[in-house]
C-alpha cells in the first residue's frame, strides 16, 4: 500500500503560469515532507521541505503548503521557468523514530513540461 | 565538491551474475542509504546505515547484500542477479534532514 501517493503522473503549464503539484500521504506518523527534483540520468535534488509543525514554507518562487488533517501537501511553482522541467518527487519521514537515520518514502513522481 | 558518488554508472550484467555497486561519500555524513527506482515508480528503500558498523533492511532488501566499509563508503551487492533486479540504483548520505543522492547506477540483467 503507497503510503505517499502523487496522483499526476504529468502536468504541463505554460512558462509564467503557476505549477501546482499535489502529494497525499496515509501514514499519520510522517513529521516532515520534502520535494525532490530530478532530471534524467542525475539523481534527485533537494527543493525544499516542511515540517509538520508548520502549514507553508517559502523559498524563492517555491513554496510548499501543508494539510495535516487532510494529510495533503502541494508544492507551487511561480512564476513557472522552463528550467523547472524535471520529474518532481514527493518524500515523506518519520523523524520522530529517531534511530539516527532519515528514511525517506517517496511517491512516484510527477512529470512537470513548463512550455515556453 | 564531489558529495556521493557511485560507481559504476552503467553495467550490464547475465542472470545469475554478481556484482558490487560502490558508493562513497566526501560530507562526513554518518547515515547512508541506498534506493532503487523504477519506471513509474518511486524511490524504494533497499538498506540503509544509520552510522558506521550498522546496516539495516529497508523496504525491498531481498537479493542485496550491503557492507558499510567505513564512514565514507556504504557498497550495494547482487550476489545471484535476477531480471528483477534491473533498475537505477541510487546511493544516498545524510546528515539530520539533508539527504544527497549520487548521480545512479543504470543496472540491467538479462
Given at each position: 500500500d503507497q503510503q505517499v501517493k502523487q496522483n499526476s503522473p504529468s502536468l504541463s503549464v505554460q512558462e509564467g503560469r503557476i505549477s501546482i503539484l499535489n502529494c497525499d500521504y496515509t501514514n499519520s506518523m510522517f513529521d516532515y515532507f520534502l520535494w525532490y527534483k530530478k532530471y534524467p540520468a542525475e539523481g534527485p535534488t533537494f527543493l525544499i521541505s516542511i515540517s509538520s509543525i508548520k502549514d507553508k514554507n517559502e523559498d524563492g518562487r517555491f513554496t510548499v503548503f501543508l494539510n495535516k488533517s487532510a494529510k495533503h501537501l502541494s508544492l507551487h511553482i511561480v512564476p513557472s521557468q522552463p528550467g523547472d522541467s524535471a520529474v518532481y518527487f514527493c518524500a515523506a519521514s518519520a523523524?520522530?523514530?529517531?534511530?539516527g537515520s532519515y528514511q525517506l518514502t517517496f511517491g512516484k513522481g510527477t512529470k512537470l513540461s513548463v512550455i515556453p | 565538491n564531489a558529495g556521493v558518488t557511485q560507481t559504476p554508472k552503467f553495467q550490464v550484467l547475465k542472470t545469475g551474475q554478481s556484482m558490487t555497486l560502490q558508493c562513497a561519500q566526501?560530507?562526513?555524513?554518518n547515515s547512508m542509504y541506498w534506493y532503487r527506482q523504477d519506471p513509474g515508480m518511486g524511490l524504494r528503500l533497499i538498506y540503509y546505515s544509520a552510522s558506521e558498523g550498522t546496516t539495516d533492511k529497508g523496504e525491498v532488501p531481498n537479493g542485496y547484500n550491503v557492507s558499510r566499509l567505513n564512514k565514507r563508503e556504504f557498497s550495494l551487492r547482487l550476489e545471484s542477479a535476477a531480471p528483477s533486479q534491473t533498475s537505477v540504483y541510487f546511493c544516498a548520505s545524510s546528515r539530520a534532514l539533508s539527504v544527497f543522492f549520487g548521480s545512479g547506477t543504470q543496472l540491467s540483467v538479462l
Open positions: 523523524i520522530s523514530r529517531g534511530a | 566526501d560530507m562526513n555524513h
